[in-house]
């Protein structure tokens, strides 16, 4: 993840400080068996005090390169992420996800806890080359059979399985290929989906296409931070955001062509809302506006983490954004005939990963042609471990504006946050910071829904700490400890807490 985020909000708002540290901190002391009841700080809910939706879907997630290990075994095929990560110097301290969390062996242990934390969905990712080595040609069976006992044990355990192709680990055979940069890669993606579609759809009812198709290209081809590591010109790395876009429709043809049951099929958007600086009408209008407009510095690296419109508009539009095409002019991709048909395939949600947006206001008034203006971070504003600005607006605003402008049922897909999290001498995991950080976005949620935007559920980033990319394990986004050199798996107070939120539906945050 390369955020470089310019985030703002004030953290006066009524509704967030009724979550208090120390009801929180209390919480955490309790084991998994008491998380049945109410802690004293917490009013007794039911589910009817609940602002969420009662088949509101409560888990966390995950993706395959991040945490499953086992790199080079049963068959599996290299990504780019497999070469990226042991180039020298691209990952702190020369970090590899060759093991990370070994979930590809500790799987069942993994959903044992995610039972006593009585998640109800799971999300995590298929490895294109666990699947197909070569990213064509030959199924790997084993890689199949993996996933398939995956899905098994998820159900088995009550929880349903939301499954994600891709998640950034390109197939290196294709991208020696021209990759992402390819035409053909589409109908490759098409064919993996449909293959793994075949095999898992009796059972996976859930699927994203692609995750964070912004940050994706942003990491791999603008700021070439992330594999493969290229910094490509801007016509480049908006051909590839284009055939991104063409893959994630044929994906979704190829999942409905060869579904067993039938599929609700989403899309794993990264959005970084603005949010207006005051509750001011004009800020309000103000935030509208620039959720979604796109001038041409969102197309550089440098406010690249801003723009929505882009990475939506042609997927539940069918076009990209206007002034966006104009503005781009030669760098804008090339559209061929049917290609925002292909694109633009009916969803049945919107998955939307929210970490914070940025602040904006009303434009000088006296100014005819005055627009919305950023508006910086004061001194000392709140940062997660990470850096990342804490804004739970977000997490209303977004929702807000992307229902507003899509209609679709909205289903956060990933939010969390890392902090430093260490094994204390009573040899339990505290982590305060998480617990605070989710309770403010789960209420600015339940404000969201409470106004009426239907949402489908809520996915924790992480479940377990893992391999953050190229900072390695530095930072750790878990509800559940991972103690690296052994794999031992510690439960935070954080999980213990977001039990008690789930067996609530969410009543026990307000
Ligand atoms: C998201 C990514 C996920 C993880 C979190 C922290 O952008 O989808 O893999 O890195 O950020």
């Given at each position: 993840m390369t955020r470089q985020r310019n985030i703002s909000r004030d953290f006066t708002r009524r509704e967030f400080l009724s979550v208090s540290g120390a009801s929180a901190l209390s919480l955490a002391n309790l084991r998994f068996g008491d998380a049945a009841q109410p802690s004293p700080q917490i009013s007794p809910a039911s589910q009817t005090d609940s602002p969420f939706p009662r088949d509101f879907l409560w888990g966390a997630a995950t993706s395959a390169y991040q945490i499953e290990g086992a790199a080079r075994e049963d068959g599996k095929g290299p990504s780019v992420w497999d070469e990226f990560a042991h180039k020298p110097g691209k990952i702190h301290d020369g970090q590899t996800g060759d093991v990370t969390c070994d979930f590809y062996h500790r799987y069942p242990e993994d959903i044992s806890h995610m039972r006593e934390m009585r998640l109800t969905a799971f999300r995590f990712s298929i490895s294109w080359p666990r699947v197909l080595p070569d990213g064509i040609g030959a199924v790997n069976q084993k890689g199949i059979d993996f996933y398939s006992r995956l899905v098994d044990a998820l159900l088995a355990a009550g929880i349903a399985p939301i499954a994600t192709l891709f998640h950034w680990d390109t197939p290196l055979a294709l991208h020696h290929r021209g990759g992402w940069l390819s035409r053909d890669m589409p109908q490759r993606f098409g064919d993996y989906a449909a293959i793994v579609a075949r095999a898992l759809s009796d059972r996976v009812t859930h699927w994203l296409t692609i995750n964070e198709p912004r940050s994706f290209i942003g990491g791999a081809y603008v700021t070439g931070v992330q594999a493969p590591g290229e910094k490509l010109s801007r016509a480049e790395y908006m051909r590839a955001a284009h055939i991104t876009f063409l893959a994630h429709g044929r994906a979704v043809?190829?999942?409905?062509?060869?579904?067993?049951?039938?599929?609700?099929?989403?899309?794993?958007?990264?959005?970084?809302?603005?949010?207006?600086?005051?509750?001011?009408?004009?800020?309000?209008?103000?935030?509208?506006?620039?959720?979604?407009?796109?001038?041409?510095?969102?197309?550089?690296?440098?406010?690249?983490?801003?723009?929505?419109?882009?990475?939506?508009?042609p997927v539940f539009l069918g076009r990209y954004p206007a002034a966006a095409l104009a503005a781009l002019g030669k760098d804008a991709p090339k559209i061929l005939s049917g290609d925002m048909e292909t694109i633009h395939q009916p969803l049945d949600f919107l998955g939307a990963n929210i970490y914070g947006g940025w602040l904006v206001r009303a434009g000088t008034p006296d100014k005819t042609d005055s627009h919305p203006e950023p508006v910086p971070f004061p001194a000392g504003f709140p940062l997660t471990a990470f850096g990342w600005q804490i804004t739970p607006d977000a997490m209303y605003w977004g929702p807000k504006w992307l229902h507003e402008r899509y209609h679709m049922p909205i289903f956060i897909t990933e939010n969390g946050c890392s902090s430093r999290d260490s094994i204390s001498l009573d040899g339990k995991v505290h982590d305060p910071q998480r617990i605070d950080f989710t309770a403010r976005y789960l209420l600015a949620l339940a404000r969201a829904s409470r106004?009426?935007?239907?949402?489908?559920?809520?996915?924790?980033?992480?479940?377990?700490?893992?391999?953050?990319?190229?900072?390695?394990?530095?930072?750790?986004?878990?509800?559940?400890?991972?103690?690296?050199?052994?794999?031992?798996?510690?439960?935070?107070?954080?999980?213990?807490?977001?039990?008690?939120?789930?067996?609530?539906?969410?009543?026990?945050?307000?």
């Open positions: 043809q190829a999942i409905r062509a060869n579904a067993h049951r039938p599929a609700q099929i989403g899309y794993a958007c990264d959005v970084s809302p603005s949010l207006p600086a005051t509750d001011s009408a004009a800020d309000v209008a103000a935030s509208r506006e620039s959720a979604f407009s796109s001038p041409l510095d969102h197309f550089s690296g440098a406010h690249w983490w801003r723009e929505n419109a882009w990475w939506l508009d106004e009426g935007v239907p949402l489908l559920g809520y996915l924790h980033w992480s479940l377990l700490d893992n391999f953050e990319w190229q900072e390695g394990y530095t930072q750790r986004f878990g509800l559940i400890f991972v103690d690296f050199p052994t794999r031992r798996r510690i439960p935070k107070d954080s999980a213990l807490w977001y039990a008690a939120v789930i067996k609530s539906n969410g009543a026990s945050l307000m």
